[in-house]
């Protein structure tokens, strides 16, 4: 959140060589929000393997968000392309989970 704005979320889905599906989000995501994340990831890019879900450009993410990666992560080879921006790496830390990530830098290719 940039001053009193707040950033509304985007979901871009992008198809990559080799079968990758890279979601791409940015802005603000908690639970009024998080299906935009939940519908891109089950529905256009469902067959993708692997999915990269880049997070380079939320601005928040709650509990909910990541949910639903944990979630994905357990139905196929799941990717977080970054630099993990420092709230979101918090989260990740603070709930354990950071170690069942793998982190690319999302400038680099699969």
């Not at 089950?42 to 928040?60: K, N, Q, S, T, W």
């Not at 979630?71 to 830390?93: I, M, N, S």
């Amino acid at each position: 959140m940039r001053g009193d704005v707040v950033e509304s979320p985007r979901v871009v889905v992008r198809f990559e060589a080799g079968g990758v599906a890279r979601v791409v989000c940015s802005g603000e995501f908690d639970l009024d929000s998080v299906g935009l994340l939940a519908q891109a990831c089950d529905g256009e890019a469902a067959d993708a393997e692997p999915l990269v879900v880049d997070v380079a450009g939320l601005e928040f993410a709650d509990s909910s968000y990541l949910s639903v990666l944990v979630r994905l992560r357990r139905t196929r080879k799941l990717v977080l392309g970054g630099p993990v921006p420092d709230q979101f790496r918090r989260l990740l830390e603070m709930t354990g989970v950071l170690p069942l990530f793998e982190i690319r830098d999302s400038t680099g290719t699969l």
